[in-house]
């Protein structure tokens, strides 16, 4: 194991240094004036143009912006705005509220849809499998901005349960409507992965002789059938935390949460490049370590798998 995971912590970087390089090009090479607006409503002068170019290196060719770049970030600096912002500071008063966000969201969609996913698994064909089957595929097939629209008019604004939007605090019980607003797509997808799992593990020949020893059901159901069927819902809850925190930028517009999505859309909009870079930079190296905790996961779920 700690030989695997060496080799794996080796790959990542080539991974991430390509990944990281592909970004920084498609993001820079956006077409457009930089600077445009950064004066008002009239052009920059030229010498302000010249002294921006001249301190953000954008006259350098990419590769060698780019080596700049990564060698600022592995001293743990992600750079400046063009208005002199520190981008870490940015991160460090956004990047905790997508996470607490992205957080309640994967607890929600793993609770409810494994818990939907193991009950239809194990009473297929009866009621509360065809109304699983239903609400799921409506969830999956309404955009988030409806859920999140229709969720906040009707228990915010109509029936007064929940906040309507999010306050600076960031408090859990005003997190449980975004978070399940955020994670119903994943939560349906998760509740279907998971029904399908346990529906082809319980005719294994495993679980035949566990019922045959005469182990009772909730030990089999628990420690052997849900075991094994794990793995392919372990591996949508591990990648989908990056995509929760990336994809939030809906989520947090709809409930006014100052996080990393509305941040990277008021970078598109104003390209601020050096932050969109920055916040994808991180999101990739979240992926990364989702994607090497969900391969070492799979040998503790499953005795079978072994990595040397």
Not at 77 to 86: A, V, Y
Not at 189 to 215: C, H, M, P
Not at 276 to 294: A, E, H, P, T
Request: proline letters at 5%; aromatic letters at 10%.
């Amino acid at each position: 194991m700690g030989r695997y995971l060496l080799r794996r912590l080796l790959q990542l970087v080539p991974v991430f240094i390509g990944t990281t390089f592909l970004i920084y090009w498609l993001v820079w090479a956006v077409p457009g004036d930089p600077f445009a607006g950064k004066c008002g409503e009239r052009p920059c002068p030229p010498g302000f143009v010249a002294m921006m170019t001249e301190k953000f290196q954008l006259d350098q060719p990419l590769y060698v912006q780019y080596a700049t770049y990564m060698k600022n970030l592995f001293q743990g600096d992600f750079g400046t705005t063009f208005g002199g912002r520190s981008i870490n500071e940015i991160i460090a008063t956004a990047y905790p509220n997508t996470l607490k966000l992205a957080v309640v969201a994967l607890a929600i969609e793993a609770i409810i849809g494994l818990t939907a996913g193991v009950v239809t698994g194990l009473r297929r064909n009866g009621f509360l499998d065809n109304l699983v089957l239903i609400s799921t595929l409506f969830l999956i097939a309404l955009p988030i901005f409806v859920i999140g629209f229709v969720l906040q008019w009707v228990l915010g604004v109509q029936l007064n349960i929940v906040e309507p939007t999010v306050s600076s605090e960031m408090r859990f019980s005003e997190l449980i409507m975004p978070g399940f607003v955020l994670g119903s797509i994943s939560m349906a997808y998760i509740a279907r992965v998971a029904r399908t799992s346990i529906s082809e593990n319980r005719r294994s020949d495993y679980v035949r002789t566990a019922i045959a020893k005469g182990l009772p059901m909730r030990r089999v159901v628990g420690v052997h059938l849900l075991r094994n069927s794990l793995i392919p819902v372990v591996t949508l809850l591990g990648t989908d935390l990056g995509a929760l925190m990336g994809g939030a930028i809906v989520t947090e517009g709809i409930f006014q949460i100052n996080g990393i999505g509305r941040i990277v859309y008021r970078s598109i909009v104003t390209k601020e490049s050096a932050t969109v870079v920055s916040i994808v930079v991180i999101l990739v190296l979240v992926y990364l370590l989702m994607n090497l905790l969900v391969d070492l996961l799979y040998a503790a779920l499953d005795p079978r798998i072994r990595y040397e």
